[in-house]
């Protein structure tokens, strides 16, 4: 339990940046759903949409540290690929 007003305001702003990180990376999710359920449908023009709208969110994701780099790019690559193979077939 915090004792000094700095104390306890540093767990003040740790909770709301919890918060706000846990509500970025539940919006996040919800893309990637969005975009697998395109891919299913192979409706590979709404896919290619969501993911040029979901690109610049998950860039900003990893500028504020709420994403790592690695993450990112793997997410990227696996969608990018099975949208591509919507075409191939």
């Known amino acids: 339990m915090a004792n000094t007003s700095s104390a306890k305001k540093k767990s003040r702003v740790i909770e ?3 918060r706000i990180r846990e509500m970025q ?3 996040i999710k919800t893309l990637i759903k969005n ?3 395109s891919i299913s449908e192979k409706d590979q023009k709404s ?3 969501q ?3 979901i690109d610049s969110k ?8 709420i994403l790592t780099r690695s993450k990112i790019s793997r997410i990227q690559k ?12």
Not at 78 to 89: F, G, M, P, Q, Y
């Open 47 to 49: 896919a290619v949409k």
């Open 16 to 18: 709301r940046k919890t």
């Open 78 to 89: 696996s969608l990018n690929s099975r949208i591509v193979a919507i075409a191939k077939k």
């Open 51 to 53: 993911l040029k709208k």
């Open 58 to 65: 998950l860039q900003a994701a990893g500028n504020k540290k």
């Open 25 to 27: 990376k539940s919006k």
């Open 35 to 37: 975009v697998e359920s």
